[in-house]
């Protein structure tokens, strides 16, 4: 089955510089690639998604890279504030599987002012 | 648009008893997927429910099990309880339509058992 490695487990970052978490997949099959941010007490929250026909994504200071031949995919934060410390999660999924998200262990990200 | 209920929040269970867990999706929404979430195992899917129908199932003993109601609120159950079960269990929902894939989870709800 999917088997989804994220690294690394905790960064620290100071507020205004970049984050990059990676990401690596096994089943070359999956096509759907999501990622989300975790606050304490609270359930995860989708905040960037890119499937496998495009390479990159962007949302304001949030960018997304896929390399479907390598199959790894990578969250990039620039800009960094004390709002995005949080943890962070990979998933994978395929839509003949579809609602089963495989998911990456967690990236503790926190920003220092 | 309201966003995925869950109920209840938080629950206290004793070894042995069972429990219901419940999950309201988002208005539209008619895909419900359940997962565990522990610090040693990180999100974990149980299965997954469409139309009243389990699509997908994660790898779980058949002490957890799942249905899903006519107006897609889904409900897990987990029967004999034991002390590894005490998790955060989180639902999501999605709209599960053409190319719809995007899944939004809600709270949680906190299963101690003792």
């Known amino acids: 089955g999917e088997n989804v490695e994220q690294h690394p487990s905790t960064l620290s970052v100071q507020e205004g510089d970049s984050a990059v978490i990676k990401c690596t997949y096994s089943d070359s099959a999956s096509n759907y690639f999501p990622w989300y941010k975790q606050e304490l007490g609270k359930g995860p929250q989708l905040i960037i998604d890119?499937?496998?026909?495009?390479g990159e994504k962007k949302d304001q200071r949030i960018a997304v890279t896929l390399n479907k031949t390598a199959k790894h995919f990578s969250l990039h934060i620039t800009e960094t504030q004390p709002e995005d410390s949080a943890v962070y999660f990979c998933?994978?999924?395929?839509?003949?599987?579809?609602?089963?998200?495989?998911f990456g262990a967690g990236t503790q990200v926190v920003v220092t002012p | 648009k309201a966003g995925v209920t869950q109920t209840p929040r938080y629950l206290i269970k004793t070894r042995g008893q069972q429990v219901t867990l419940s999950c309201s999706p988002i208005?539209?929404?008619?895909?419900v997927s359940w997962y565990q979430q522990t610090p040693g195992q990180g999100l974990q899917f149980l299965f997954e429910y469409f139309s009243e129908t389990q699509r997908n199932k994660g790898n779980f003993p058949g002490r957890f099990s799942g249905r899903q109601f006519s107006n897609s609120r889904s409900e897990m159950n987990v029967s004999t309880l034991e002390l590894g079960d005490s998790a955060l269990y989180l639902c999501?929902?999605?709209?599960?339509?053409?190319?719809?894939?995007?899944?939004?989870f809600g709270p949680g709800t906190r299963l101690t058992v003792t």
């Open positions: 890119i499937r496998s026909n495009v």
């Open positions: 208005s539209g929404h008619r895909s």
């Open positions: 998933a994978a999924s395929r839509t003949d599987s579809w609602g089963k998200f495989q």
């Open positions: 999501a929902s999605s709209l599960a339509w053409a190319s719809s894939y995007e899944q939004y």
